[in-house]
């Protein structure tokens, strides 16, 4: 049961291009959407948030935009740099019994950002 | 900056071993999880463990899993009794109680080999 999809396992972009990245999420009671950035033998790392109340969130080269009717978030980045290359994991955020939460993850987009 | 450790960074174990895998996750976060990914796959929730007891947890982690805070400092996974297919990298990860966007600070992980 994936209530997380990100069905683009790779993706490859020239440097000083847009990168866009998707997700699409099935539960419609996420309340918040994360995008978390990883590099090969290290943990993800957060990169950028939004909650599910909102459609857009910018921080410098990195937008989230989210269709909440087409349960569907993209990560944009731009200009794109080779630094960028990374796997791209979307998540969602689930809340538990006791006011906590996890988070369930997509299977990752493998970004490669050529010079 | 305050971060998540885990240790090891890699332990290669025989089937049937016992195998305890350690956290030290950010020293005011009160949330702590687990989370796995085996080779080429997506980030699996485990386990959420908050005010000393467990949220909740996957069908992943059955009766052979374990989590234990012994001492206010360390949060361990214990797997009884290990399988082939135990293999995959292990993230430990923790949150504050007042985190409005979601976010988990994820350790490097640990990377757990069965033979």
């Known amino acids: 049961d994936q209530q997380v999809k990100q069905n683009s396992p790779s993706l490859s972009v020239q440097e000083g291009r847009i990168s866009i990245l998707n997700c699409d999420y099935t539960?419609?009671?996420?309340?918040?959407f994360l995008w978390y950035k990883k590099y090969p033998a290290e943990g993800p790392t957060f990169l950028i948030s939004?909650?599910?109340?909102?459609d857009k969130n910018e921080d410098g080269r990195f937008t989230v935009f989210l269709n909440k009717s087409a349960k569907h978030l993209s990560l944009h980045i731009v200009p794109s740099q080779p630094g960028d290359s990374a796997v791209y994991f979307c998540?969602?955020?689930?809340?538990?019994?006791?006011?906590?939460?996890?988070?369930?993850f997509g299977s990752g987009t493998r970004l490669l950002v050529r010079p | 900056e305050p971060e998540v450790t885990q240790t090891p960074s890699h332990q290669v174990t025989q089937m049937g071993q016992e195998v305890i895998l350690r956290c030290v996750p950010i020293?005011?976060?009160?949330?702590f999880y687990w989370y796995r990914q085996i080779l080429g796959q997506k980030v699996e929730f485990l386990v959420s463990?908050?005010?000393?007891?467990?949220?909740?947890k996957s069908e992943i982690f059955d009766d052979q899993f374990s989590v234990e805070r012994p001492d206010g400092s360390n949060f361990t996974l214990k797997i009884r009794s290990t399988k082939l297919e135990d293999s995959a990298m292990y993230f430990c990860?923790?949150?504050?109680?007042?985190?409005?966007?979601?976010?988990?600070?994820f350790g490097e992980g640990s990377r757990l080999t069965v033979l």
């Open positions: 990860a923790s949150k504050t109680a007042g985190s409005w966007t979601g976010e988990l600070f």
């Open positions: 539960n419609s009671m996420f309340d918040y």
């Open positions: 939004i909650s599910s109340i909102k």
């Open positions: 998540a969602a955020r689930e809340m538990l019994m006791d006011s906590s939460y996890k988070l369930i």
């Open positions: 020293s005011n976060h009160l949330y």
């Open positions: 463990f908050y005010n000393n007891e467990i949220s909740e």
